[in-house]
């Protein structure tokens, strides 16, 4: 089975913190993503990355950066973390080509005071 | 740009048949895709549909594809409260590996 572990379930940081976010996959995906989810807006994509060292911007990169130095591994990482990050965020991973079905990890609920 | 349109709720009893409705943009999506997330989970693939078929049945599920209307839909038979969960449905995005979800649809069925 596909698995993909995040590092954290439930995370409280105060304004300001820098926060990294782990995303672990142990298929060999190619494809890994961060979004985030918010009531309402559905999963809006942060970064995407294809391929190590390769990242792409997503729909709402502001305020966010990423970082894969492993194939399997994928940080998120909140430079300054402000309140209006306060979210549920996922990763996925998928393989490269035409059936791209992304498996997700359990999510972590990150709360900035 | 893109966008998936989903409904926010349903409600249904336990034992009628549920419809998840959505809409999107992007003609050149060759699959199409219904997640599920239960509470305090990340999303499970529950089906998926290749956009030369119109018709797709898996056990309970049957999903309905109008690609002249964009349309999706999922219909779950003799739902159950084991079935109450945000459905989101997505496509894929042009030639590129990204998704697009829509906003997600809360079902919740009552005993």
């Known amino acids: 089975d596909v698995k993909v572990t995040q590092s954290s379930r439930y995370l409280v940081k105060r304004t300001g913190e820098k926060v990294f976010l782990e995303c672990v996959q142990d298929m060999d995906h190619e494809n890994m993503f961060w979004y985030r989810q918010d009531p309402g807006l559905g999963l809006r994509l942060i970064y995407f990355?294809?391929?190590?060292?390769?990242?792409e911007k997503g729909d709402i990169p502001e305020g966010y950066s990423v970082s894969r130095e492993k194939k399997e591994r994928f940080s998120l990482i909140l430079e300054s973390a402000s309140t209006n990050q306060t979210s549920m965020y996922l990763c996925?991973?998928?393989?490269?080509?035409?059936?791209?079905?992304?498996?997700f990890g359990p999510g972590t609920r990150l709360t900035v005071l | 740009g893109e966008d998936v349109e989903q409904s926010l709720f349903l409600s249904v009893r336990e034992g009628d048949s549920s419809v998840i409705n959505c809409t999107y943009t992007d003609s050149s999506s060759t699959y199409l895709y219904w997640y599920k997330q239960e509470p305090g989970a990340g999303l499970q693939l529950l089906t998926y549909i290749f956009s030369n078929m119109d018709m797709k049945q898996d056990q309970r599920l049957t999903v309905l594809l109008n690609k002249k209307d964009k349309h999706l839909s999922l219909r779950i038979a003799d739902t159950q409260t084991g079935d109450s969960a945000i459905y989101f449905c997505a496509e894929a995005y042009g030639a590129t590996n990204k998704l697009i979800f829509g906003t997600g649809t809360l079902l919740a069925v009552q005993p």
């Open positions: 996925a991973s998928s393989w490269a080509g035409g059936y791209n079905e992304q498996f």
């Open positions: 990355s294809y391929d190590v060292k390769m990242k």
